[in-house]
């Protein structure tokens, strides 16, 4: 009896050891499948989204930089206020173009009902008054013209001032497009160095962490002192802390180039 049952528990673990077996198995097919095109109802990742700075170059997986500044441009809050005052600039010039019609006016009043009214007469110098009621219409028409001469000599130089105002919002939608471009620019090459840096700073921690990991049998083993373990340490994580900051850089520059072009990349980073 108690072999059977021996038996039947070793029949269990082994059902247990199989399932898990199976899940595993599910498990890394699902994943070495994540990176492929949607297929048969499966949500999966687009490999050409996949972005790794260590293998790949940032410069493949974005839009060029002329269309990267087009876009800054196009989206910039400052570019687009400029618009907006040279807009505002010029209804105001159209404003005092016909400032002029102000001058002008044309009057029309019309009076309908029934006149009561109280007379005296002062012919016979008798203190008598009279009342009478008529029913009367009233109609005047009236139009006049008053023009001040500043306004007749002015006119020109205020027209003026709001063109040099329409220049002078031009102008400055240029400035501030310069300096997009340039911020553009200096952010794009940022991104692309720290990139390299990302390279470079990877190869030389894993050469430090591989002489430290030696450095440690050597301490260990009594073939080095204290004082050289600790500068090798510290080189070590002088490495280790270059590649974070690099790959910090590097994220921060991305970002920001999102947000100056209005552009989402959708890239996935893959090294965190």
């Not at 919002?169 to 911020?183: A, D, G, P, W």
Request: hydrophobic fraction near 40%; charged fraction near 25%.
């Amino acid at each position: 009896m108690r072999l059977i049952i021996l038996l039947k528990m070793r029949d269990v673990n082994v059902n247990i050891m199989i399932l898990l077996c199976l899940v595993f198995t599910l498990s890394f097919s699902y994943n070495s499948s994540y990176s492929q095109s949607f297929n048969n109802g499966r949500l999966t990742i687009d490999s050409t989204k996949l972005f790794n700075p260590l293998v790949d170059d940032i410069r493949d997986k974005i839009p060029t930089l002329r269309v990267l500044i087009d876009s800054a441009a196009y989206n910039s809050p400052s570019v687009q206020y400029e618009d907006l005052k040279s807009q505002y600039y010029y209804y105001e010039q159209l404003s005092e173009q016909r400032y002029w019609l102000e001058h002008f006016s044309l009057n029309f009043d019309a009076n309908f009902g029934n006149w009561d009214f109280w007379d005296k007469d002062e012919i016979n110098k008798i203190d008598r008054y009279y009342w009478s009621g008529s029913i009367r219409d009233n109609y005047a028409i009236g139009f006049y013209i008053r023009f001040p001469l500043a306004s007749l000599v002015d006119r020109r130089n205020r027209i003026n001032k709001q063109k040099k105002w329409i220049e002078i919002s031009q102008t400055q939608k240029e400035i501030n497009k310069r300096f997009l471009v340039q911020e553009v620019i200096r952010i794009y090459n940022d991104m692309v160095q720290y990139q390299k840096y990302i390279k470079i700073y990877e190869d030389y921690d894993n050469f430090t962490l591989m002489q430290m990991q030696m450095a440690q049998n050597e301490f260990l083993n009594g073939e080095i002192t204290t004082a050289e373990y600790t500068r090798l340490k510290e080189i070590q994580t002088r490495g280790t802390i270059n590649f974070q900051q690099a790959v910090s850089e590097f994220n921060k520059n991305y970002q920001m180039l999102e947000v100056v072009t209005g552009m989402k990349f959708n890239l996935i980073n893959v090294l965190r």
